[in-house]
């Protein structure tokens, strides 16, 4: 009788190391699993984002540019003024004085109109 005891005795133990291991285990706090979710309105902004970063890019190249043109054909006008005389103004320096004007304006839009 005391065989049994002691065999009922060690397997309540057993048992019992068993299911406080499986507590504690259970009773861990686990983190999260980590999802990213991406929806379809993220992903427009990004697009759109990325596309006005672009349309900024070509803008600023494209100010760069006409300014540089506007440096050139203003050097150019200065030429033709200091060889013309004192009443004499010639029709490429009305040209130049107007297409300076066109792309004065045109520069002046593009900074103004920024996206």
Known sequence: M????AILILSLALFASIAS???KTASTPQAPP???VVTDSDV???MQ???MARLNAERHAQLRIDTAKLVALTAEL?????????NTLSMDVIKTAQEIEKLAKSV???MRHAY
């Open 21 to 23: 291991s499986q507590l």
């Open 2 to 5: 005391l065989k049994y005891a």
């Open 108 to 110: 002046q839009d593009k």
């Open 78 to 86: 200065k030429e033709h003024v200091d060889k013309a005389g004192i």
């Open 44 to 46: 427009q902004q990004q």
């Open 49 to 51: 984002q990325t596309q």
């Open 34 to 36: 980590i999802s990213i």
